[in-house]
């Protein structure tokens, strides 16, 4: 019985840890959010990675909000999922130019970093050696594509020895 009790109280341990990433801010860091976000809605808070991340909603401009803050309150970096017609012209027309207007775009992430470059996420799915990927594309604001990753859906292993 006792072993069972200690496999039962583990197990929740264990659940309780993976799921403990709420957080609650102290009062500087909650004064420099609401002053940088004035109009934020439904905001929960989280640690993520060594740093305190506030996650909303900003009624008209995007409904996938988040911003990143050191542990010491500083900002790093605010994301936004954005529409594709929110792109700039240049990011909209070096994509274009290389994938074509009529590539589907699954989602559109505006990230404003501290260091004032901001940057553009591109998530669109393509075929890549005959497998259905999820390919991501980053660009800077003047449509230099900074980086491209790929990400297999579906993948199986059993196909590479069919």
Not at 64 to 78: D, I, N, P, R
Not at 120 to 129: A, R
Not at 138 to 156: F, P, S
């Amino acid at each position: 019985m006792k072993k069972i009790l200690f496999f039962v109280a583990s197990i929740m341990a264990l659940f309780a840890v993976g799921c403990d990433k709420d957080y609650t801010p102290d009062a500087s860091l909650t004064t420099t959010f609401w002053q940088a976000y004035p109009d934020a809605v439904d905001v929960e808070w989280e640690r993520e990675r060594n740093h305190l991340v506030a996650e909303f909603k900003l009624p008209g401009i995007s409904n996938e909000c988040e911003a990143w803050f050191t542990k010491g309150g500083s900002w790093v970096l605010t994301t936004y999922k954005i529409a594709y017609s929110s792109l700039p012209d240049a990011v909209r027309n070096s994509f274009e130019s290389e994938y074509g207007s009529m590539t589907p775009v699954d989602s559109v992430t505006h990230v404003q970093r501290s260091n004032g470059d901001d940057i553009y996420f591109l998530e669109i799915e393509s075929i890549v050696n005959d497998e259905l990927v999820d390919l991501y594309l980053d660009y800077n604001a003047t449509g230099e594509l900074l980086r491209t990753w790929v990400d297999v859906e579906y993948y199986d292993n059993i196909y590479y020895y069919l």
